[in-house]
């Protein structure tokens, strides 16, 4: 008698299903969730370098800044902390390749926090600004807007002598005096290499004196910066004298092509003699005038 064979089960349908299939199909989904988390976590380290290099940049990178914005012209040395909270030392120098260079005595502080849209950068310094001064900064596509808001009484002040440091004429001039700057209001907007002045803003010269002259004050004067949104890319300059015995009296604009000025310098009978080396300097001299042209 020939008995018939039991079919084998190990390779049943059952056992297919729940054992070596469901191990591959499981291993195949935390394949898939484990390449599909990498790209996040390369996110978030890329995110967690950039926020910790953009909280603690150090002050150094917005001192490099401030020189290529102005052409080495204005430098902050030394400079310690963070882009948002630093200090350093002002100093003003005649540009690259120029040995002539004048500080500031202490060091300008600032902090930089959030406000609205952009930010709000607080400086002081004790020789040289009044208390503590703010300025509204908003970047964008393709322009920077710095806006000053209205400041009673005088915003900054500074000796005449620091603006030797920037070369010829200023350290043949060697002036002595103070400078102070006063303003209502006044908003700077960079849009595409151009500056909009919007508002207006005094440079007064107060009490100046200069080595090539043998009179103790050549006088006051101001110089106001001013400008409108409707006259965009146009800045008025305007010169006048408040007192002296050096007279000075010019205006002119800055736009697109350049700084433009025209003006004189002048002293009545009496002062001529002691001011005559001076006007030679100043400008072209056209009898007891000197003429200031520039641009």
């Not at 898939?32 to 996040?40: D, K």
């Not at 595409?192 to 200069?210: M, T």
């Not at 300059?237 to 004189?264: I, K, M």
């Not at 400008?283 to 641009?295: C, D, E």
Request: charged content about 15%; proline content about 6%; some cysteine.
């Amino acid at each position: 008698m020939i008995r018939a064979r039991r079919p084998r089960r190990f390779f049943g349908p059952t056992l297919a299903v729940t054992g070596w299939g469901e191990s591959t199909l499981a291993e195949q989904a935390w394949t898939q969730s484990r390449r599909a988390s990498v790209p996040w976590v390369i996110a978030g380290i890329l995110f967690g370098v950039i926020a910790t290099v953009v909280l603690f940049a150090p002050a150094a990178w917005l001192a490099q800044q401030v020189v290529t914005a102005t052409n080495g012209r204005v430098v902050l040395a030394d400079a310690r902390g963070t882009v948002w909270s630093g200090s350093a030392i002002a100093v003003l120098t005649g540009g690259p390749g120029s040995r002539d260079a004048s500080s500031l005595p202490g060091r300008i502080r600032w902090t930089v926090v959030p406000r609205g849209l952009g930010f709000e950068l607080r400086a002081t310094h004790a020789c040289c600004l009044n208390g503590t001064v703010a300025l509204l900064l908003k970047p964008g596509f393709g322009r920077f807007t710095a806006m000053l808001p209205p400041v009673p009484g005088w915003i900054g002040q500074w000796p005449s002598g620091f603006l030797s440091g920037l070369g010829t004429p200023w350290n043949t001039l060697q002036l002595g005096g103070s400078i102070r700057l006063v303003s209502p209001g006044i908003t700077l907007e960079s849009v595409q290499g151009r500056v909009i002045v919007d508002g207006r803003a005094d440079i007064e010269l107060v009490g100046v004196s200069s080595r090539l002259t043998t009179l103790d004050s050549l006088g006051s004067y101001r110089l106001t910066v001013s400008g409108t949104a409707a006259n965009a890319g146009v800045s008025q300059l305007d010169l006048s004298t408040q007192e002296g015995a050096l007279r000075l009296q010019g205006s002119g604009n800055v736009g697109p092509g350049g700084l433009r000025f025209r003006g004189e310098a002048s002293a009545g009978p009496a002062d001529e003699p002691a001011l005559s080396n001076l006007l030679n300097i100043i400008g072209r001299r056209n009898g007891a005038r000197s003429v200031i042209s520039i641009g």
